[in-house]
């Protein structure tokens, strides 16, 4: 191949994949939700005052924790899965499932309780989904999950707790 040819390529590529990643991010910035629950916004110095450091920085700087790390992994009783922040129920235990990443995974969330956005910081797009209530980072969502909608909601286990179905859903954090 032509040196010049493949320079001229790449270049064009780059250029490509940056109109195409900017003209994206702003069409895709956040998707609305119709929430039945007020919004809550706190300070970052109001949110590291009620979160260990890790759930902090997972969910309020978008880090991602070690996979296999999280004891939700191996979590089988029925119930609910909560926002680590503010509470607000994400996930029902009846669509999680072991996808082999290392992380908790769900095939679909409670209508309406996350929000999503377009995540660049791998060089490709990705879906980035946080609470709708708090805005906290939860995970990433792909469509190569099981049916019934083929969708893998794939979640840090620090940014969510568990509650059994045989305990009580604390209230919602104000």
């Known amino acids: 191949m032509d040196r010049r040819l493949f320079l001229g390529g790449a270049v064009a ?30 300070t970052k110095s109001e949110w590291k005052a009620l979160l260990t450091e890790q759930e902090y920085a997972v969910l309020f700087e978008e880090a991602t924790e070690r996979p296999w790390t999280s004891p939700l992994n191996k979590e089988k009783r029925d119930g609910t899965y909560i926002c680590a922040a503010c509470y607000l129920p994400l996930f029902h235990s009846d669509t999680k499932y072991d996808s082999g990443t290392g992380w908790p995974s769900f095939y679909q969330a409670i209508p309406g309780h996350t ?29 190569d999950g099981p049916k019934p909608t083929g969708q893998r909601w794939c979640n840090n286990g620090v940014a969510l707790k568990f509650i059994p179905s045989s305990g009580e859903l604390p209230e919602l954090r104000a």
């Open 13 to 42: 590529t780059t250029v490509a994949f940056a109109l195409g990643r900017h003209s994206m991010a702003a069409s895709e910035e956040t998707e609305s939700t119709t929430a039945d629950f007020p919004a809550i916004n706190k």
């Open 115 to 143: 929000g999503t956005s377009r995540d660049w910081k791998l060089l490709i797009p990705r879906t980035e989904y946080h609470c709708a209530r708090c805005g906290g980072h939860q995970g990433h969502v792909f469509n």
